[in-house]
Nanobody, 127 residues
């Protein structure tokens, strides 16, 4: 089992950068595929980015591709989401998620495949 705690959210202006962090508990962090999802007010939770267990494969939503970068530090049980060139439409609560399943990189975009979730961190981008 793994517990996840996100941090790094805040209120920023358009065009700036922000880095989200997710700290995971447990000794088997490297056995989890990690993902970031977000949920804006009145909208469904949507996939943002995912990274494979070893960090060698990543997947991004089209809306963030080229602006966001997901990375992980297995030695310190951390996963990060570097967000550059933030837009107003990036405003949402961002959730870190972990999956113990064997997922193809295509399957990493499905929220239902993740069994563990953090409490979320708010990112607000003002225009």
């Amino acid at each position: 089992q793994v517990q996840l705690v996100e941090s790094g959210g805040g209120l920023v202006q358009t065009g700036v950068s922000l880095r989200l962090s997710c700290a995971a508990s447990g000794r088997t962090f490297s056995s989890y595929t990690m993902g970031w999802f977000r949920q804006a007010p009145g909208k469904e939770r949507e996939f943002v980015a995912a990274i494979s267990r070893g960090g060698g494969s990543t997947r991004y939503a089209d809306s963030v591709k080229g602006r966001f970068t997901i990375s992980r530090d297995n030695a310190n049980n951390m996963v990060f989401l570097q967000m550059n060139s933030l837009k107003y439409e990036d405003t949402a609560v961002y959730y870190c998620a972990a999956s113990a399943e064997f997922l193809t990189i295509f399957e990493t975009s499905y929220a239902s495949r993740y069994g563990y979730w953090g409490q979320g961190t708010q990112v607000t981008v003002s225009s």
